[in-house]
T-cell receptor, first 119, second 114 residues
Framework: GAVVSQHPSRVICKSGTSVKIECRSL??????MFWYRQFPKKSLMLMAT?????????EQGVEKDKFLINHASLTLSTLTVTSAHPEDSSFYIC???????????????FGPGTRLTVL | AQKITQTQPGMFVQEKEAVTLDCTYD???????LFWYKQPSSGEMIFLIY??????QNATEGRYSLNFQKARKSANLVISASQLGDSAMYFC???????????FGSGTRLLVRP
């Protein structure tokens, strides 16, 4: 299957700093990428839908100014957690959806996740 | 509104036996898809199986099969011949017709006993 990478895999930062997480589709083009947040032993919560060349669509309750999403190319989306606080500590996972319609559905390919710890 | 419900927070199964993980959903979309993912302790999301709302046959992928009952709005995952490596979190997810968003259930933690 297709490969999605995330960088970094782990990051520890001080409160008040900003952290950028990259999500790349390595062997396919993705017009749409998704960002999820997962708390320990909880489910994945969709934060936003990232469309190449346009503004991201945020889910209700997600602060747009806090979580900046940029989808500059068909293979890269970035999530920037601005002015991070300890409550932003979480596991962030991205997924990417292939451009080409193939078969009866288009699978979302998930990145390995980024564990953010804000001290 | 779309909703996915997994009512089993945790399940045990003996190695080599079969286990069923429950999933019910609610959607107003005529066309939709149901996915099952496995998440081991490493955190990666592993795609297992897909069922389309118009698929007449239940999906199967190796040891995984999906018991799709459209009238009951259920899409249970059946794992046959459980292996120790099957121990993980399992998530059911719904993709509607109007967007490509995946809505995830709360998950079921499966533990396979030797």
């Amino acid at each position: 299957g297709a490969v999605v990478s995330q960088h970094p895999s782990r990051v520890i930062c001080k409160s008040g700093t900003s952290v950028k997480i990259e999500c790349r589709s390595l062997d396919f083009q993705a017009t749409t990428m998704f960002w999820y947040r997962q708390f320990p032993k909880k489910s994945l919560m969709l934060m936003a839908t990232s469309n190449e060349g346009s503004k991201a669509t945020y889910e209700q309750g997600v602060e747009k100014d806090k979580f900046l999403i940029n989808h500059a190319s068909l293979t890269l989306s970035t999530l920037t957690v601005t002015s991070a606080h300890p409550e932003d500590s979480s596991f962030y996972i991205c997924s990417a959806r292939e451009v080409v319609e193939r078969g009866s559905y288009n699978e979302q390919f998930f990145g390995p996740g980024t564990r953010l710890t804000v001290l | 509104a779309q909703k996915i419900t997994q009512t089993q927070p945790g399940m045990f199964v003996q190695e080599k036996e079969a286990v069923t993980l429950d999933c019910t959903y609610d959607t107003s979309d005529q066309s939709y898809g149901l996915f099952w993912y496995k998440q081991p302790s490493s955190g990666e999301m592993i795609f297992l199986i897909y069922q389309g709302s118009y698929d007449e046959q239940n999906a199967t992928e190796g040891r995984y099969s999906l018991n799709f009952q459209k009238a009951r709005k259920s899409a249970n995952l059946v794992i046959s011949a459980s292996q120790l490596g099957d121990s993980a979190m399992y998530f059911c997810a719904l993709e509607g017709d109007s967007s490509y968003k995946l809505i995830f259930g709360s998950g079921t933690r499966l533990l396979v006993r030797p």
